[in-house]
């Protein structure tokens, strides 16, 4: 093979394999891990957890033209070992290098009329979220689904109709 065509094929296997991360405009998506974090995200949401806290992000999350974003969600700051609410509203900023997120949370508490920071923490693409001692309670829409596969099989009592 002639060395102008070995070239021109890496080129192409390299462009195609997008080695190096999200570009802008690219919607976030998949599982980002990190230690007592993570992000799970689709086209149209994402659920995110720092240490024993969770949100939810409710529209695509968008790579602005610096490799930066920022999205409003919504965020429960007492979750662990028991719920506590209100959700709270929150801003979810960070940015993406290659395969690599730094996430930040800022929620503004209405019920303690303060502020609270978490973050930022660094999450990569495709790994696991460590999640010691919280686990992850839910992934984007996958709320749904469990309930409807528990609806299917639980037993449903009918009255017994008279012969």
Not at 6 to 18: G, W
Not at 110 to 123: F, I, N, Q, S
Request: aromatic share 6%; glycine share 10%; with cysteine.
């Amino acid at each position: 093979m002639s060395r102008g065509l070995f070239l021109a094929l890496s080129a192409l296997i390299v462009r195609d394999c997008d080695v190096t991360g999200p570009r802008p405009g690219t919607v976030i998506t998949g599982t980002w891990g990190g230690d007592n974090a993570g992000l799970i995200a689709d086209d149209t949401s994402a659920h995110v957890h720092i240490k024993c806290t969770y949100g939810d992000i409710h529209q695509p999350i968008v790579i602005g033209p610096t490799g930066g974003f920022d999205v409003p969600g919504e965020y429960l700051l007492r979750a662990y070992p028991v719920a506590v609410g209100p959700t709270l509203p929150a801003r979810f900023h960070g940015s993406v290098r290659g395969w690599v997120m730094t996430l930040s949370v800022t929620v503004t508490d209405t019920v303690a009329d303060t502020t609270a920071e978490l973050g930022p923490v660094k999450l990569a693409r495709g790994i696991e979220p460590k999640m010691w001692p919280c686990p992850i309670c839910r992934l984007p829409q996958a709320h749904a689904r469990r309930a409807m596969r528990t609806a299917l099989t639980l037993p449903q009592s009918h009255p017994k109709q008279p012969s």
